[in-house]
DNA sequence: TGTCATGTGTACTACATAGTACACGATTTC
DNA sequence: GAAATCGTGTACTATGTAGTACACATGACA
């Protein structure tokens, strides 16, 4: 599934119980030109840009984190937690690369209990 | 330390012992202007593409995620792992921000070793 | 049946990215 | 002291990014 493809979907189905989902109102509140969003969501032009994608985000009540990687992008604030210590981290992400899901997540939920 | 200061002081200290590391003949090793590569090292112009910077970190003997790190950028494969199952990996991170060193260090030793 | 909102086509733009091409004066080397 | 090598200044370019502006045809609806 492409990011216009989901976006499209996403939109639709918010449009069927509410009027104001339309690529025209969409447009508006999230602040681009309603041609833009059709195009985006058509895969005629490359996904907006990073900031724009959080605004798409929050007016679809869909994660940022989803849509960004969906576009291929990836959000700034892990940007910048991967490059304060690129080794460790990158050591840490190849690691877990071909780590299944719940592997993944119990390493996280022992970090946040403080079992290290 | 920038991006462009740091090549220049490996660079210069490669060039001390070993008179091909100047900058003209490093740029034409990893195939760019020597004007580029001297405005790089000066911080003149925004540090090159992912790809220039790989062939740069082989050229000087060095680490390829901390220079393009340096550059602000995260190498593409890390990047892959990370869209791949972006929910997943950016809570893991983000618990992981202010981890200490050894933490993220001994979570991946674990990973490798199998002890999950 | 006229108006209103809808989605979309076309044309254009400003700025960033990632460099090249070539000339110049200074320094080194033979 | 001529030739080669050094680093760098200036000018230019192609492609990508992230959109805007406006017109148009279509369908809903009152």
Redesign the pocket.
């Known amino acids: 599934m492409t990011f216009g493809k989901f976006v499209r979907s996403v939109r639709d189905k918010r449009?069927k119980e509410d009027?104001?989902f339309?690529?025209?109102?969409v447009a508006q509140r999230i602040?681009?030109?309603?041609?833009?969003?059709?195009?985006i969501?058509?895969d005629?032009?490359?996904?907006?840009?990073?900031?724009?994608i959080r605004r798409l985000a929050g007016e679809l009540g869909e994660d940022a984190d989803l849509l960004l990687a969906m576009a291929g992008k990836i959000s700034s604030d892990l940007r910048n937690i991967i490059t304060q210590r690129p080794q460790l981290f990158a050591e840490l992400l190849r690691q877990l690369k071909d780590a299944p899901d719940h592997t993944i997540q119990s390493v996280a939920r022992e970090i946040r209990d403080g079992d290290w």
Chains 1, 2 share one sequence.
């Open positions: 449009f009027r104001s339309s690529v025209r109102q602040g681009v030109e309603p041609s833009y969003l059709s195009k969501e058509r005629q032009v490359a996904p907006p840009s990073e900031a724009t």
